[in-house]
C-alpha cells in the first residue's frame, strides 16, 4: 500500500479545520432559531436547554416542513425512487432483455436499502443540507446488515474541493474513543500506538482524526486514521468506492460548505424574534407595571432596575404626592403585529413550507391540483434539484451497489452512462413523465378528431406504446408484454377480424 507522511496529511487537515472555523458565527446563530436543540456549534453540557431566548417558532417549523417536503419529493419511503436503465452501448435488440435485468437489480438495490438504517439517517443528513452541508457515510456491515448509514454532524467533519467543484476529501474528529471502540470499527489492523500503551493503566482512550480524499494521481480513494498526540497512522486502506456522500443545495464559488435556505431565512427569524422579545417584556411591564415609591433619602440610579412588580425609589416632586405610583410608560410597540405576520410570510415562501392554495370543490385534492402542485415545486427550486440529485444519488448508488457486489448479492455492473445510467423516479421526475404522457394522449384525441382512431392509431408505433407508457408511469415491465409479443397479438386479432368478416359474424372489438 502507498505510504503518506502523516505531518503532511495533518497539515492538510489543519487548512480544512481553518476554513472550517470561518462558518462557526453563522452556522452557530442559523442553528439557533432554525434548530435550537440540535444545535451542534453551541458548546455546552449535555441536556442544556438551547431554545430559552428564542421567542418564535416560525423557522423551526418551516424547516420541519422543508425536510419533510425534500424527502417526500426526493426520497420517498415507500417508493423506488431511482431505477437502472440499459445506457447508450447497448443494441436496441438488446435493450428489452437488458432492462428486465437491471430491473431485477434495482429491486435488490431497494430490498437492502429499506432494511437498512437509510430512512432514519437520511432525516438527518437532510436537516444538515436545509442549514449547510448533509454528509452521509456509507460502511459495509455483517451478513445481517449489508450496509450501515451513518450522519455526521456538521461540526465534527471538514471539507476539500476538488478542482470541479465537489468535495475531495473529508476529515472528521475524533474524541476520547476507547481502544475497544476503535478496533470494533476499524477492525484487526488498527494499530494502537505503543508509546500510548506504557502510559499507564488507567482505561486508554485516544483522540484520532480521520482523513479520507481522492488520489488523483494514481486514481484511487484513500483512507487514514491518525492519532493525534503520536502522529501515529493507526489505520489505512485505498479502495475504488468511497464511503463518504456529501450534498449541498446551493454554494458559493470558491466555498467548500454549502449555504442551505435556513441560512437565508435567518436574519428574518432574528428580526421576529427580537420583535417577540421586546413585544412580550412591553405586555409583561404593560401587566404588572413597576411602581415609584418615593422617599427623602440619598438614591443611587444605579442599584435598581425597571423589571414587573418592581419598586423603584425616588424623591417626591411634590407635597401632595401618594407614597406609590406607577411608572409613565415608555411607548407602545403593537404595531409589531402587522410587521412580523408579513416576515413570517417571507420565511414560509423561503423554507417552501407555504404550498400553493389550489381552488377546490371539496377537502380532497385531485390528482391534476397535486401535479400542478409539483410542477410549481420543480419550477422554483429545479437547479437546486439537480445538484442534491448529482451529490446525493449517485455517490450513494455506486457506494450501495459496490457493496453488494462485494458481498455477491447482485452481479457486477458499471453506472457509467455507456453500459448503465441511472434515471431518476422521484415524485418530481415522476410528475414530468406524467406530462409526457398526457401530452400524448392529447396529441393522440386531436389525430382521432381530425381522422378517426382508426387512422389515428396507425400514424403511431403501436406496439412500442405499452412499454413506454409503462416507463414513464414507472411500471413493472416483467408485467408488460414486449414488442413482438405485441405484434402477435395485433395479427392474430387481424386475423380473427378477417374471418368474422368472411363468415359475416361480428368480430371481436377493436
Given at each position: 500500500m502507498h505510504k503518506h507522511n502523516a505531518s503532511t496529511l495533518l497539515k492538510r487537515r489543519e487548512r480544512a479545520v481553518a476554513k472550517t472555523q470561518n462558518w462557526h458565527e453563522l452556522l452557530q446563530t442559523t442553528y439557533k432559531y432554525a434548530l435550537p436543540n440540535r444545535n451542534p456549534w453551541d458548546l455546552t453540557v449535555e441536556g442544556s436547554n438551547l431554545?430559552?431566548?428564542?421567542?418564535?417558532?416560525?423557522?423551526?417549523?418551516?424547516?420541519?416542513?422543508?425536510?419533510?417536503?425534500?424527502?417526500?419529493?426526493?426520497?420517498?419511503?415507500?417508493?423506488?425512487?431511482?431505477?437502472?436503465?440499459?445506457?447508450?452501448?447497448?443494441?436496441?435488440?438488446?435493450?428489452?432483455?437488458?432492462?428486465?435485468?437491471?430491473?431485477?437489480?434495482?429491486?435488490?438495490?431497494?430490498?437492502?436499502?429499506?432494511?437498512?438504517?437509510?430512512?432514519?439517517?437520511?432525516?438527518?443528513?437532510?436537516?444538515?443540507?436545509?442549514?449547510?452541508?448533509?454528509?452521509?457515510?456509507?460502511?459495509e456491515g455483517g451478513d445481517d446488515d449489508p450496509i450501515i448509514f451513518s450522519a455526521i454532524p456538521s461540526d465534527k467533519i471538514s471539507f476539500e474541493s476538488g478542482p470541479r467543484g465537489d468535495l475531495s476529501a473529508f476529515f472528521r474528529d475524533w474524541h476520547s474513543v476507547p481502544v475497544e471502540y476503535a478496533i470494533e470499527l476499524?477492525?484487526?489492523?488498527?494499530?494502537?500506538?505503543?508509546?500510548?500503551?506504557?502510559?499507564?493503566?488507567?482505561?486508554?482512550?485516544?483522540?484520532?482524526?480521520?482523513?479520507?480524499?481522492?488520489?488523483?494521481?494514481?486514481?484511487?480513494?484513500?483512507?487514514?486514521?491518525?492519532?493525534?498526540?503520536?502522529?501515529?497512522?493507526?489505520?489505512?486502506?485505498?479502495?475504488?468506492?468511497?464511503?463518504?456522500?456529501?450534498?449541498?443545495?446551493?454554494?458559493l464559488a470558491g466555498e467548500d460548505r454549502g449555504r442551505g435556505p435556513a441560512?437565508?431565512?435567518?436574519?428574518?427569524?432574528?428580526?421576529?424574534?427580537?420583535a417577540m422579545e421586546d413585544e412580550m417584556k412591553a405586555a409583561a411591564l404593560k401587566a404588572n407595571p413597576p411602581y415609584m415609591a418615593f422617599t427623602d433619602a440619598l438614591i443611587n440610579p444605579y442599584n435598581f432596575q425597571i423589571a414587573p412588580n418592581s419598586f423603584i425609589p425616588v424623591n417626591a416632586m411634590g407635597t401632595e404626592s401618594w407614597p406609590l405610583a406607577p411608572l409613565p410608560g415608555g411607548g407602545d410597540i403593537s404595531f409589531t403585529t402587522i410587521v412580523i405576520n408579513d416576515l413570517r410570510s417571507q420565511i414560509n415562501e423561503l423554507m417552501m413550507a407555504q404550498p400553493m392554495q389550489m381552488p377546490q370543490a371539496g377537502p380532497?385534492?385531485?390528482?391534476?391540483?397535486?401535479?400542478?402542485?409539483?410542477?410549481?415545486?420543480?419550477?422554483?427550486?429545479?437547479?437546486?434539484?439537480?445538484?442534491?440529485?448529482?451529490?446525493?444519488?449517485?455517490?450513494?448508488?455506486?457506494?450501495?451497489?459496490?457493496?453488494?457486489?462485494?458481498?455477491?448479492?447482485?452481479?457486477?455492473?458499471?453506472?457509467?452512462?455507456?453500459?448503465?445510467?441511472?434515471?431518476?423516479?422521484?415524485?418530481?421526475?415522476?410528475?414530468?413523465?406524467?406530462?409526457?404522457?398526457?401530452?400524448?394522449?392529447?396529441?393522440?384525441?386531436?389525430?382521432?378528431?381530425?381522422?378517426?382512431?382508426?387512422?389515428?392509431?396507425?400514424?403511431?408505433?403501436?406496439?412500442?406504446?405499452?412499454?413506454?407508457?409503462?416507463?414513464?408511469?414507472?411500471?413493472?415491465?416483467?408485467?408488460?408484454?414486449?414488442?413482438?409479443?405485441?405484434?402477435?397479438?395485433?395479427?392474430q386479432a387481424q386475423e380473427l377480424a378477417e374471418n368474422a368478416a368472411e363468415q359475416q359474424q361480428p368480430g371481436p372489438p377493436q
Open positions: 431554545n430559552h431566548d428564542v421567542y418564535d417558532s416560525t423557522l423551526v417549523l418551516g424547516l420541519r416542513k422543508f425536510v419533510n417536503r425534500m424527502i417526500n419529493a426526493l426520497v420517498p419511503p415507500d417508493i423506488n425512487w431511482l431505477k437502472l436503465v440499459a445506457g447508450t452501448l447497448i443494441r436496441p435488440d438488446e435493450l428489452e432483455e437488458r432492462n428486465l435485468q437491471l430491473q431485477t437489480i434495482t429491486d435488490t438495490f431497494f430490498h437492502y436499502l429499506r432494511q437498512s438504517n437509510f430512512d432514519l439517517v437520511i432525516h438527518e443528513a437532510f436537516t444538515d443540507m436545509s442549514i449547510s452541508t448533509g454528509v452521509l457515510q456509507i460502511n476499524w477492525g484487526d489492523d488498527f494499530s494502537v500506538p505503543k508509546e500510548l500503551m506504557d502510559q499507564s493503566d488507567k482505561p486508554l482512550t485516544m483522540d484520532l482524526y480521520e482523513i479520507s480524499f481522492y488520489d488523483y494521481t494514481d486514481k484511487i480513494y484513500r483512507y487514514f486514521v491518525i492519532e493525534k498526540t503520536t502522529k501515529h497512522i493507526c489505520f489505512e486502506k485505498e479502495e475504488d468506492s468511497w464511503e463518504w456522500v456529501g450534498f449541498r443545495w446551493s454554494k441560512i437565508d431565512a435567518m436574519p428574518t427569524a432574528a428580526t421576529i424574534n427580537k380532497v385534492r385531485t390528482a391534476t391540483e397535486v401535479a400542478i402542485i409539483q410542477q410549481e415545486l420543480r419550477e422554483n427550486a429545479g437547479a437546486s434539484f439537480s445538484r442534491v440529485q448529482r451529490e446525493l444519488f449517485l455517490p450513494l448508488v455506486k457506494r450501495v451497489l459496490w457493496i453488494l457486489k462485494k458481498k455477491g448479492l447482485i452481479e457486477p455492473i458499471v453506472i457509467d452512462g455507456k453500459e448503465v445510467a441511472i434515471t431518476f423516479a422521484t415524485p418530481l421526475s415522476a410528475s414530468k413523465d406524467q406530462s409526457d404522457v398526457q401530452n400524448f394522449m392529447n396529441f393522440f384525441e386531436l389525430m382521432s378528431a381530425l381522422f378517426t382512431p382508426g387512422i389515428a392509431i396507425n400514424l403511431v408505433d403501436a406496439p412500442k406504446l405499452p412499454r413506454w407508457i409503462g416507463e414513464k408511469l414507472s411500471s413493472d415491465l416483467s408485467l408488460i408484454k414486449n414488442e413482438s409479443q405485441i405484434i402477435q397479438l395485433i395479427r
